[in-house]
């Protein structure tokens, strides 16, 4: 079978995984050239019928996480089937799977059944909340988006909790995951033994809240909804300006100085309620009509050019069509075609390996003939 190129090229992944986490974990890998085998049920990958939107009658939620990648469907409840399973994990440098803890083992395609048979494999699970007493849990990101105390964080101070607009912890788990599968692999170099790297949903989030259960599990502090407000930086929000809204940041106390001077108010750091970050937070209600002031005064456009150029950091809140434009324009080139279907170009950027574009997301089996025959030899 062709072999994709880039850094990981030469690296078989069999991808049993399915709707977000584990799909977007093995596109990242496939972008970066590894062999990847999609793994699908009859019915196939639950986000194929994710719609709408849709392109050319395909969920674009599928398309979004499942191109560089080859589809076999299999039954494993079939002997022959499961028998082309079982063969493909023994061939594999990867396996990453997010069936219920156990889920597998009856097809002898858990972590223990699929090491005697392949000892370097690199085994990946990801669950909702562990093997263990979480183990019947449904791993779904809105479920722990609530449980972690994301919720709790998002949103108005009076208002209902929200969740977060995408699917947050599933994302930051499939990453997590990449981290653990690459460092078994660099493992597996020097020891020649592969392993079993586990990720859940709870402990990634619990990981990504970062300051906020640092904030607790170090300090004490349960964190509270404060709206578009930071608990330890002020400004860092949304200000109002002539013509809406404008995210205005002062990350340190130099930040502050240009800020005010370009707004015409240079007195504001020499007063004592203002001067270092701890006193502006602190007095955070009294220094925002100072501010509003002057930027009710002039448009978010108009700020936007005058204060990036004196080194204030500051952002229209755009749509996703305005994020896509402004990447855009800056060089960023973020959306790649595979196989003409248009997709968000992979995040990373290599020196002399870059992430290749081949495969569009493959229809279900698509290729289930080819790797059947593959398979057999």
Known sequence: MTQHRGPLEGLLVADFSRILAGPYATMLLA??????????????????????????????YYLGINRNKRSIALDLKDPGDRAAAQ???RRADVLIENFKPGGLARFGLDY????????RVIYAS???FGAGKGADLPGYDLMVQAISGL??????????????????????????????ILAALHHREQSGRGQHVEVNLLSSALSGLVNHSSGYVAGGTVPYR?????PSLFPYE????????????????????????VLGVPELPEDPRFGRNQDRTANREQLRPLLVEQLVKRTRDEWFRDLIAAGVPCAPINTIDGGVALAEELGLEPVVETGGVPGVRNPITFSETPARYEL??????????????????
Not at 156 to 174: C, E, H, K, N, W
Not at 226 to 230: D, L, P, R, T, V
């Open 31 to 60: 972008d970066l050239g590894a062999q990847v085998i999609k793994v699908e049920g009859p019915a196939g990958d639950d986000t194929r019928t994710w719609m709408p939107p849709v392109r050319d009658g395909v969920s674009t």
């Open 87 to 89: 063969e493909l994990a």
């Open 112 to 119: 223990e059944s699929v090491a005697r048979a392949n000892e």
């Open 126 to 128: 990801i669950t909702g």
């Open 151 to 180: 919720m709790s964080l998002t949103g108005d101070p009076d208002g209902s909790p929200y969740r977060a607009g995408i699917s947050v912890f599933d994302v930051m788990t499939g990453m997590h995951a990449n981290i653990g």
């Open 226 to 230: 404060m709206g578009n407000a930071h």
């Open 238 to 261: 949304p200000l109002p300006v002539a013509d809406g809204e404008l995210i205005v940041i002062a990350g340190n106390d130099g930040q502050f100085r240009k800020l005010c001077q």
């Open 360 to 377: 569009p997301p493959p229809g279900l089996g698509e290729h289930g003939e080819e790797i059947r025959e593959w398979l057999k030899n």
